[in-house]
Structures are given as structure tokens and as C-alpha cells.
């Protein structure tokens, strides 16, 4: 019983990373939507969130993301969660940009238990390039996040790089690298295949997280639209 309380405090805190160093033009909102089929040793949840990100100005952001992840045959551990920031574009040289963002977060979901659950701040920063690479549109990025409530804490690093394979075909690959209290420390590996239409993507995905107290595997969908 022990162990389950560790690997699930540490699950529910490793919602899918959506931030990234870019903002959304001005006026222009981005409304993503994901299912997750998670399988977490031994165990079955299923894990939904809606993300929002929408652009001020040219210089600034705003993020909403709102989760919940529900276990089959464990429903002491389902939970929800809550997740807002703003995000400030720091500089943009040619096809590099930089950013930083600040916010709060709250809940089982986005958090965990033993204190991870409750209101706490959050603050990334990162730089991204976008471009051409071996004749193909290319993107990559890099961020820092720590995650402080009263009773835990989470470092992460964030790296990602995505490649136009074929037409409106992309393939995404994100590795994300955690430290903190409480058996936080984690690494998570997804590969997500995405076709982009006119305004809406549809993406599909596979994710594998080794923990040093739980192993998890997920397969997930996901529809976005730009407004």
C-alpha cells in the first residue's frame, strides 16, 4: 500500500508538458483537448484535460489548462487539477525566441498528494528555434520549470524537437527529465505523430515514464483548433 501512495503521488504530478517558448499571435486562441489511456504498475486510469492558450500582444500570453484523471478500479486516487499562467516573450532574434512564465497550479491531477495537491506557484523559462533542417520544417525547444508548494517541490527539463515528415504529417518527440522531494524523480519519453489541417490538428501518441518508484506507459489522442 505504501508503494502505491508513492507512485501515484508521483504520477498525478506529470500532466503533459503544453507550454512551450512560442505565443499565439495576437487576438488568436488555441484550444487543444487529450484523452490518455494510462497503465501505471498494475493499475488503469484515464486521464482528460482541456488546454487553452491565447494571445495578448505580440509580447504576451496567457495559458489555462484544466485536468482529471479518474482509476478504473482505485477511485480513492482520482483527482482534478487546475493550471494558469502568463507568459512574457523576453527576446526573438531571427528564428530564435526566448520566453518566461509565471502561475499558479492546484489539485490531485496536476499536482499529486501529500501537499502537492494544494495551491502552489509555477515558473519556466526556455528559447526555441524553428526553421529548416535537412530540407524539411523543423522545430526544437528547451525549457526549465520548478513547480514550489508548502509540503514539495519539482524541477524539470523539457527538451522537444518536431519534424514536417510528409505534407501536413508531423512527428513530435518530447523528453522530459523531473527532480524533487518525495520521489519525484522521473524520466518520460513521447513520440506523437500529428496532422495538421487548415486550423485544427489530430495527433496520436505514446508515452513511457520510469520513476524511482513506478513504471507507467500511456497512449494518448489529442484534437486542437486555432481561433
Same mark, same amino acid.
Given at each position: 500500500?505504501?508503494?502505491?501512495?508513492?507512485?501515484?503521488?508521483?504520477?498525478?504530478?506529470?500532466?503533459?508538458? @503544453?507550454?512551450?517558448?512560442?505565443?499565439?499571435?495576437?487576438?488568436?486562441?488555441?484550444? !487543444?483537448?487529450? +484523452?490518455?489511456?494510462?497503465?501505471?504498475?498494475?493499475?488503469?486510469?484515464?486521464?482528460?484535460?482541456?488546454?487553452?492558450?491565447?494571445? *495578448?500582444?505580440?509580447?504576451?500570453?496567457? =495559458?489555462?489548462?484544466?485536468?482529471?484523471?479518474?482509476?478504473?478500479?482505485?477511485?480513492?486516487?482520482?483527482? $482534478?487539477? #487546475?493550471?494558469?499562467?502568463? !507568459?512574457?516573450?523576453?527576446?526573438? *532574434?531571427?528564428?530564435?525566441?526566448? @520566453?518566461?512564465? *509565471?502561475?499558479? *497550479?492546484?489539485? !490531485?491531477?496536476?499536482?499529486?498528494?501529500?501537499?502537492?495537491?494544494?495551491?502552489?506557484?509555477?515558473? %519556466? =523559462?526556455?528559447?526555441?528555434?524553428?526553421? =529548416? #533542417? %535537412?530540407?524539411?520544417? =523543423?522545430?526544437? $525547444?528547451?525549457?526549465?520549470?520548478? !513547480?514550489?508548494? &508548502?509540503?514539495?517541490?519539482?524541477? %524539470?527539463?523539457?527538451?522537444? +524537437?518536431?519534424?514536417?515528415?510528409?505534407?501536413?504529417?508531423?512527428?513530435?518527440?518530447?523528453? #522530459?527529465?523531473?527532480?524533487?522531494?518525495?520521489? @519525484?524523480?522521473?524520466?518520460?519519453?513521447?513520440?506523437?505523430?500529428?496532422?495538421?489541417? &487548415?486550423?485544427?490538428?489530430?495527433? +496520436?501518441?505514446?508515452?513511457?515514464?520510469?520513476?524511482?518508484?513506478?513504471?507507467? +506507459?500511456?497512449?494518448?489522442?489529442?484534437?486542437?483548433? %486555432?481561433?
Amino acid at each position: 500500500m505504501r508503494r502505491t501512495v508513492l507512485f501515484l503521488a508521483c504520477v498525478l504530478s506529470q500532466p503533459m508538458a @503544453a507550454a512551450a517558448p512560442w505565443l499565439q499571435d495576437e487576438d488568436y486562441l488555441y484550444a !487543444r483537448a487529450s +484523452i490518455a489511456s494510462e497503465h501505471v504498475e498494475g493499475l488503469d486510469a484515464l486521464r482528460s484535460d482541456i488546454f487553452l492558450d491565447y494571445g *495578448i500582444d505580440e509580447n504576451w500570453g496567457a =495559458t489555462f489548462k484544466l485536468e482529471r484523471v479518474e482509476y478504473a478500479d482505485n477511485s480513492d486516487f482520482n483527482g $482534478s487539477g #487546475w493550471r494558469a499562467t502568463v !507568459r512574457r516573450k523576453l527576446l526573438s *532574434i531571427g528564428n530564435f525566441v526566448s @520566453a518566461a512564465e *509565471i502561475g499558479a *497550479i492546484e489539485g !490531485r491531477a496536476i499536482g499529486g498528494q501529500n501537499g502537492c495537491d494544494a495551491f502552489g506557484v509555477e515558473f %519556466r =523559462t526556455g528559447a526555441g528555434w524553428s526553421g =529548416t #533542417w %535537412r530540407e524539411r520544417s =523543423t522545430f526544437a $525547444s528547451v525549457e526549465l520549470a520548478g !513547480r514550489f508548494h &508548502d509540503a514539495c517541490q519539482r524541477n %524539470r527539463l523539457e527538451i522537444g +524537437i518536431g519534424q514536417q515528415t510528409y505534407k501536413n504529417v508531423w512527428t513530435i518527440n518530447q523528453i #522530459w527529465i523531473e527532480r524533487g522531494n518525495q520521489g @519525484a524523480d522521473s524520466v518520460k519519453l513521447q513520440s506523437e505523430m500529428l496532422w495538421r489541417a &487548415d486550423r485544427a490538428d489530430y495527433s +496520436i501518441g505514446y508515452r513511457q515514464e520510469q520513476g524511482a518508484v513506478f513504471d507507467e +506507459i500511456s497512449l494518448f489522442v489529442a484534437f486542437a483548433y %486555432r481561433y
